[in-house]
């Protein structure tokens, strides 16, 4: 079946480095989303990209979609410790004439302080 | 204003019974989603209700699974004769803006099931 491969697993970074997670499907997308999700927490909504090599920030947060829509990055400038959870892709995918939804496994982000 | 709310938060049954997992969505979100996530792993879809019906339930892994949505709002998540394999916590999202089926969701805080 489709599938929606996210890597890498784990991500330790000292506070102040960079972290950057990515997502990749196997097939063509309608749209990609990314998720956050606390410890012991529920996922929460990031943000949504639509379009074709779309690029949008959020602070330190920058979200790329690829020019073929089957890839995807979430990149943080400078770390801090509330950037500490587990970062979920899910993409939208059209499927036996239907959209059909497909979470990654996610990266989980350590900060070392 | 209040997000969505899901009952029981924690829920320990014996193999073989039955449970109802429920989800109040937020007020006036049409669309409703079940998932289900082991640990270490991402939400895996259940089921997608848009009002009262099941807009696609391909998710469900078996016919022990059944929801409901009856009036367009609650939702009830159904599992019969229960198995140590459905040990997960069951989260729930609804969804109220856009266009297309699946956009900006916002889940609660999930049902930990434990099938001893």
């Known amino acids: 079946g489709q599938q929606v491969m996210q890597i890498p697993q784990y991500q330790h970074v000292q506070e102040g480095e960079d972290f950057t997670t990515y997502c990749n499907s196997s097939?063509?997308?309608?749209?990609i989303q990314w998720y956050k999700q606390r410890p012991g927490g529920h996922p929460v909504f990031l943000i949504q990209?639509?379009?074709?090599?779309e690029v949008k920030k959020q602070k330190r947060l920058t979200f790329q979609f690829g020019e073929a829509k089957k890839n995807s990055s979430l990149h943080i400038t400078a770390t801090q410790t509330t950037d500490v959870g587990t970062y979920f892709c899910?993409?939208?995918?059209?499927?036996?004439?239907?959209?059909?939804?497909?979470f990654g496994k996610g990266t989980r982000l350590h900060i070392l302080p | 204003g209040a997000g969505v709310s899901q009952t029981p938060s924690n829920k320990v049954t014996e193999k073989g019974k039955y449970v109802e997992l429920r989800c109040d969505p937020i007020?006036?979100?049409?669309?409703l989603y079940w998932y289900r996530q082991s640990l270490g792993q991402g939400p895996e879809f259940l089921i997608y209700?848009?009002?009262?019906?099941?807009?696609?339930d391909s998710g469900l892994p078996n016919d022990r699974f059944f929801a409901v949505r009856p009036e367009g709002s609650v939702s009830t998540l159904k599992i019969q004769r229960t198995e140590r394999g459905d040990s997960a916590v069951y989260l729930c999202?609804?969804?109220?803006?856009?266009?297309?089926?699946?956009?900006?969701?916002?889940f609660g805080p999930g049902t930990r099931l434990t099938v001893l």
């Open positions: 999202a609804s969804s109220g803006r856009g266009q297309g089926s699946y956009n900006e969701q916002f």
């Open positions: 097939t063509t997308l309608s749209n």
């Open positions: 990209l639509v379009k074709s090599g």
């Open positions: 899910a993409g939208v995918m059209w499927e036996n004439r239907d959209d059909k939804i497909i």
């Open positions: 007020s006036g979100h049409t669309a």
């Open positions: 209700f848009q009002g009262t019906g099941a807009a696609d």
